[in-house]
Nanobody, 114 residues
């Protein structure tokens, strides 16, 4: 069974940057889709960014041109580089792996505040 561990969350001022990591216990080379979701207080969990086998990526409109999702197959790790952070980016961020059944991480808190 695949397991994932997220890291890299924290508190940052508006305009700052953070990089989240999602380490996967098995090989990610054959996984079709990996993604980052986030859930802000009182809101539903929402898709932030996805990366597909072959390297294609997609982003929510709210994070386009600020966030970058990438993967390192040698390290079995997926990253989310977050730049120009805004207070509305504050949320718990979850790593998602398209296994059957789906695999979710435990979440990592990102707080953007002055």
């Amino acid at each position: 069974q695949v397991q994932v561990v997220e890291s890299g969350g924290g508190t940052v001022q508006p305009g700052g940057s953070l990089r989240l990591s999602c380490a996967v216990s098995g090989s990610i080379a054959s996984i079709d889709t990996m993604a980052w979701y986030r859930q802000a207080p009182g809101k539903q969990r929402a898709l932030v960014a996805s990366i597909f086998n072959g390297g294609r990526t997609s982003y929510a409109d709210s994070v386009k041109d600020r966030f970058t999702i990438s993967s390192d197959n040698a390290k079995n790790t997926v990253y989310l580089q977050m730049n120009s952070l805004k207070p509305e980016d504050t949320a718990v961020y979850y790593c998602y792996v398209a296994t059957f059944p789906p695999t979710w991480g435990q979440g990592t808190q990102v707080t953007v505040s002055s």
